[in-house]
């Protein structure tokens, strides 16, 4: 409660008669009110936001460098791409978001980061094993050099001819199987519609009904089987492109790549 100061005010709008005493009007008069104690020291409910989003940020960004961290201690040679796409796998289907790639943001700065900090673990290694990282360096340009001579980046002739030879067998057996799979599909789709013509089946339907449920039955059994051998066979041709690829060429990538070509156009063929 506020004190009020009562003032006495005469009226003085017209004079007052002998016989009537003047007349005292009480006027009360506000006094402003001081703020409560307890206003100044409570925080504000922005504040209180502000301080839950950094702390959520760095328990966020602790996280993440948690997860990078143990990511390039058990894959050394992984890219910044491949770790986005590890932890954030549904922002990285066939490349990972661009958001990723900007410069400056806290993904791209933890890896650098856990990047920088694993190739000076592995110097402190190599040092304590008494090779320097130029000679490491050395046997690694050594070993890329050995690697482009042997054919790691597009293979000899004899390895070409063998792998292009490869995949046109599986394309070529892809292609036939997948032909005899379709006419045993469509075989067994004319039976259904013969039975469903036939059915119920009657006096004089009983026995084109019981042929053509047979040959239903063997057409689908018959689709299952080529499609299973369609995929064996590409499967097989594609293994043993890649080891042969591989020996001769001197190369697993050139090898990896000739089997997975073997596979996708065989795919394409179904």
Known sequence: MTTKNVEEVEDTSSPPSQSQPPI???????QPSAPPLYQSTLPSDEEEAQVAVDRAR?????VIDEHCREHLSNNPDSSYVTWIAC????????SIDPRFLIEGNPWLTIYEEAKEDLQ?????VAAA??????QQNGEDTKTEKNDKCCGS????????????SLVLAAVTASFV??????????????????????????????LPFSITLVLAKVFQLLDAVLLWSSILVVESIAGANYVICTI??????????????????SHLIR
């Open 87 to 94: 932890l954030h796998p549904e922002n990285a289907q066939v």
């Open 177 to 206: 199987l997948e032909l005899s799979s379709s006419y045993c599909f469509l075989s067994y789709w004319i039976c259904n519609k013969i039975m469903n013509t036939l059915s119920p089946p009657g006096i004089f339907t009983c």
């Open 24 to 30: 005292a009007i009480a006027v009360a008069i506000p």
């Open 248 to 265: 001769l060429s001197c190369s697993h990538k050139r090898g990896k790549g000739i089997h997975q070509t073997t596979r996708k156009l």
């Open 129 to 134: 094993d008494g090779v320097s990282p130029s």
């Open 153 to 164: 980046r597009s293979g000899g002739f004899i390895d070409y001819l063998v792998g292009s």
């Open 58 to 62: 760095t328990e966020s960004i602790a």
């Open 120 to 124: 000076k673990n592995q110097g402190r």
